[in-house]
């Protein structure tokens, strides 16, 4: 919290200027003096009340806007799922409304059981060759090939050749539950 105290000044500023607005109008048109409303936004002088909400007021912004940090960490860390011989690693934050993941697919002899679910799916193969059996089609994507289609219809993935596959994936919620199991 004291973090977001100390900021309150720099970020009064940066809305001051974003209005095109000087110091000294700024300061006439609440009634601070210019000497505390440059103390303030170089944090010289502790933001209060009595000085926030003219400010706030005048510029058309919330005080939390000014006490709340400007965005959270953006970095995903979720754990790696291992499951089925697949190595899923996730690339969204928990709850966000799109599913996206890193899939390392490793070569098999056998296509893996056919499955749907709700939704559809999109995904592009970074690494490796990708067997999709989608319905009766049978295919090989290759590095830089995309896919999207129906997740009603019938589909399976593995690598294709002795080496693993790299996709990145993207899902709906049932997409992702079927996926990883996970209860997202």
Do not use: C
């Not at 019938?154 to 209860?183: E, L, Y």
Request: charge should be neutral; glycine fraction near 8%; hydrophobic fraction near 35%.
């Amino acid at each position: 919290m004291r973090d977001e105290l100390a900021e309150i000044g720099a970020r009064l500023r940066a809305v001051r200027r974003s209005r095109g607005l000087t110091l000294e109008e700024l300061s006439e048109r609440v009634g601070i003096s210019q000497s505390t409303l440059s103390r303030l936004e170089s944090g010289k002088r502790q933001a209060g009340l009595e000085l926030l909400l003219p400010l706030t007021r005048h510029l058309g912004v919330r005080i939390d806007d000014l006490v709340s940090p400007d965005s959270p960490d953006p970095r995903v860390r979720r754990p790696v799922i291992h499951r089925d011989g697949l190595v899923i690693a996730p690339l969204a934050p928990e709850g966000s409304p799109i599913h996206t993941y890193k899939i390392t697919y490793p070569p098999v002899r056998e296509l893996p059981e056919l499955r749907v679910h709700d939704g559809y799916e999109w995904l592009y193969v970074l690494t490796g060759r990708l067997r999709l059996r989608l319905g009766g089609q049978e295919l090989v994507l290759t590095r830089g090939e995309a896919a999207e289609f129906d997740t009603h219809v019938p589909h399976a993935m593995s690598a294709a050749g002795g080496k693993p596959a790299q996709v990145i994936s993207i899902f709906n919620d049932a997409g992702a539950r079927m996926h990883t199991h996970t209860t997202e």
